[in-house]
C-alpha cells in the first residue's frame, strides 16, 4: 500500500524542479522540525554536502542554550554562512524544502544575508 503523500512533500518537489545547486552557487537548504533547526549547502552536480550546521551541532550546541527557536534560527544562518566563506563560498541559491518562508525559516535565511552570503 503507498503512503499518501504530503502537501509540504509535494511543495517540496515543485521546488527542486527548478532550484538546484553547483559548486560555484550551491543551494542552500533549510529542515525545521519541533525542536531543531538544520540548514547545509549542497552541490547537486556533484552530490555531496559542503557545510552542514544545525543546533544540534558541535558548533552550536552549547552557544543555543534556552534561546527561543526564531534566536537559534538565526545563529543556524550565522554560522552556516561563516563556515561557508570559510571554504570560498559567496553566493547561494535557496531551497526552502517545502516550508513557508517566514518565521524560523526566513530567519535563517536572514541571518546568512547579514553574515555576507548572497541569494
Known amino acids: 500500500m503507498a503512503q499518501k503523500v504530503t502537501s509540504r512533500e ?11 545547486g553547483t559548486a560555484a552557487r550551491p543551494r542552500l537548504t533549510v529542515y525545521k522540525s519541533l525542536k531543531h533547526m538544520y540548514a547545509q549547502l549542497v552541490d ?21 542554550g534556552d534561546d527561543d527557536k526564531t534566536a537559534a534560527a538565526k545563529k543556524v ?11 570560498g563560498i559567496t553566493a547561494v ?23 555576507g552570503l548572497q541569494f
Open 93 to 115: 541559491v535557496f531551497d526552502r524544502n517545502g516550508f513557508d518562508y517566514h518565521g524560523r525559516v526566513e530567519a535563517v535565511a536572514a541571518a546568512a544575508r547579514e553574515a
Open 10 to 20: 509535494k511543495r517540496k518537489a515543485r521546488i527542486r524542479r527548478k532550484v538546484s
Open 44 to 64: 547537486d552536480v556533484a552530490g555531496q554536502t559542503l557545510v552542514s550546521v544545525g543546533t544540534t551541532s558541535k558548533a552550536l550546541k552549547g552557544e543555543v
Open 77 to 87: 544562518g550565522a554560522a552556516l554562512a561563516k563556515a561557508a566563506q570559510a571554504k
